[in-house]
């Protein structure tokens, strides 16, 4: 009797860390993934296809994925592309040559890009495929995988929270998206994806 006891707590524990997923901890569900072909190498490109792309709450969070992976690379184009994907009632006025047409980051989202100094991995965590394992090296073409939970909100408010699916944590991250005044979706709150990861193996 202890021996079965003892046998079905076994199974009972292996199927809770089964499913003791992410997807399912979280409670999510899917969006429409989000590929991105050629990574913009001005800050006229970044603009251009932001405004394709951000269309979409899912899109304007694949847009910010992109600005902190272009930062692990080209820091001052980098910089400008997260400013343009940050929600612009939350940027300050600025005439710093990090600037974009004569805005910059507010004080809290400017500490953020130092946490991207301090964890390398970020730049390509949020990828598809990236993960500890290979060195954070994303599938291609560079895809973002995000998801909503029942307190979410709904689209049609011009608010959305989404989580963003990564391999270097044990839960999906979450960014606060908002429609800005041109139509595009970009950040409200987004401090969860600059936190650190699993390092790369």
Request: proline content about 5%.
């Amino acid at each position: 009797m202890i021996l079965v006891f003892s046998t079905m707590k076994t199974i009972t524990c292996v199927l809770v860390f089964c499913f003791s997923l992410p997807i399912v901890a979280q409670n999510l569900t899917e969006r429409n993934p989000v590929s991105i072909s050629t990574e913009p190498t001005t800050v006229d490109e970044f603009k251009s296809l932001q405004s394709k792309v951000a269309s979409t709450p899912e899109g304007g969070v694949a847009m910010l994925v992109l600005a902190i992976s272009i930062y692990g690379k080209n820091q001052d184009l980098g910089t400008k592309a997260v400013i343009l994907s940050v929600l612009s009632k939350n940027r300050q006025k600025s005439t710093k040559p990090s600037a974009v047409e004569g805005m910059d980051l507010g004080g809290s989202d400017k500490y953020l890009l130092g946490q991207l100094d301090k964890y390398k991995m970020l730049s390509n965590g949020y990828w598809k495929g990236a993960e500890p394992a290979n060195g954070y090296t994303p599938s291609s073409p560079l895809t973002v995988e995000t998801f909503t939970n029942p307190y979410s909100g709904e689209e049609s408010t011009g608010k959305l929270k989404l989580f963003v699916a990564t391999r270097g944590a044990s839960s999906y991250r979450p960014v606060s998206m908002e429609k800005d005044s041109d139509g595009l979706w970009r950040a409200k709150e987004m401090s969860s994806l600059f936190v650190g990861m699993m390092p790369a193996k």
